[in-house]
């Protein structure tokens, strides 16, 4: 079974960086569209950004220019590099992976991470 683990969470002043890491578990040949998802209290769940396993990326709008996903399917881990940071981005940040094989033929289908709180305050 795939499993997803998130890393890199913390408390950072308004401006400044941080990178999450999420690394995938298990015995894998392949992972399709890797994600960052994000929760703030009281809010639902959204996208944050996404790359397909060729590297095609898609980012919300709030996060353009300033957030940076990237992945490393030899280590089956995705990465969100994020710059500028502000308030607003204070979220739980959660990875996300549509499918994964751990043989061919045999996929697991929407997974998801346990979460990694991100805080942005002075």
């Known amino acids: 079974q795939v499993q997803l683990v998130e890393s890199g969470g913390g408390l950072v002043q308004p401006g400044g960086s941080l990178t999450l890491s999420c690394a995938a578990s298990?015995?894998?040949?392949?992972?399709?569209?890797m994600g960052w998802y994000r929760q703030a209290p009281g809010k639902q769940r959204e996208l944050v950004a996404t790359?397909?396993?060729?590297?095609?990326?898609n980012y919300a709008d709030s996060v353009k220019g300033r957030f940076a996903i990237s992945r490393d399917n030899t280590k089956n881990t995705v990465y969100l590099q994020m710059n500028s940071l502000k308030p607003e981005d204070t979220a739980v940040y959660y990875c996300?992976?549509?499918?994964?094989?751990?043989?061919?033929?045999?996929?697991?289908?929407?997974?998801w991470g346990q979460g990694t709180q991100v805080t942005v305050s002075s």
């Open positions: 996300n992976a549509d499918r994964a094989a751990s043989h061919w033929g045999n996929w697991e289908y929407g997974l």
């Open positions: 298990g015995i894998i040949v392949r992972i399709d569209t």
């Open positions: 790359i397909t396993f060729g590297g095609s990326t």
